[in-house]
């Protein structure tokens, strides 16, 4: 069975230029979670979606980022405008009705020059 | 809020040997889960264990256990004969029980297999 979709894997892209990395979860599962991993802050939590439904954005750093779900199978995560300091790997993430346990996908490595 | 800490920036253990990452937290909540997720170079998240907080017994996978000490908030996992393929960082992680909860991180242990 595939696992957790993301891509792209890399992205490299210039301070202000819009950066949007898509996420397929796994079938039949119906929540989805945001994550961002940097040196300084770790992994922490973006957002996250119950049902299509935003739960939690109190993750979400400012109004430059955005995060939809507009189907059971497809979220997007969006940047605009980007900035250096957004550089980090994007998680996502997807469970069973928020059961245990969350599974990852491969991550998405953004740089931001 | 919950908070997560793992002491341990950086381990290291023979090829073979046993060695344990600790990790403590912090939470009001009753009912919960404790995860271990390891993050080999490749930088997927995989999920190594996981507890019930309601569960007296301690999980175990394999090579891999944890001892689970509830009144202390304690959490620490034990890699038993460790393969080289153990190498990662360890990141141990809380959730609180119900519908579409958060994982909290704490800030990993990178471990190193030598030979």
């Known amino acids: 069975d595939a696992g957790v979709i993301q891509s792209p894997r890399h992205e490299v892209t210039e301070m202000g230029q819009e950066v949007t990395l898509r996420c397929k979860p796994i079938?039949?599962?119906?929540?989805l979670f945001w994550y961002r991993q940097t040196m300084m802050r770790g992994l922490e939590l973006l957002i996250y979606?119950?049902?299509?439904?935003?739960?939690?954005d109190s993750g979400m750093p400012e109004d430059r980022f955005s995060a939809k779900m507009p189907n059971a199978s497809f979220s997007t995560l969006k940047i605009q405008p980007s900035e250096p300091r957004d550089s980090a790997v994007y998680f996502c993430a997807s469970s069973l009705d928020g059961s245990v346990p969350q599974y990852f996908g491969p991550g998405t490595r953004l740089t931001v020059t | 809020a919950q908070t997560v800490t793992q002491s341990q920036p950086e381990m290291s253990v023979q090829e073979a040997e046993t060695v344990t990452l600790s990790c403590t937290y912090d939470?009001?909540?009753?009912?919960?889960?404790l995860f271990w997720y390891k993050q080999p170079p490749s930088r997927q998240m995989i999920l190594v264990i996981r507890?019930?907080?309601?569960?007296?017994q301690n999980a175990t996978e394999n090579r891999f256990s944890v001892n689970f000490q509830k009144a202390a908030k304690s959490f620490s996992l034990k890699i038993s004969d460790s393969q080289l393929g153990d190498t990662a960082m360890y990141f141990c992680a809380f959730m609180r029980a119900g519908t579409a909860s958060k994982l909290t991180f704490g800030t990993g242990t990178r471990l190193q297999v030598t030979l």
């Open positions: 507890q019930e907080a309601y569960k007296q």
């Open positions: 979606f119950n049902n299509n439904v935003p739960i939690d």
């Open positions: 079938s039949g599962h119906n929540s």
């Open positions: 939470t009001s909540e009753s009912n919960y889960y």
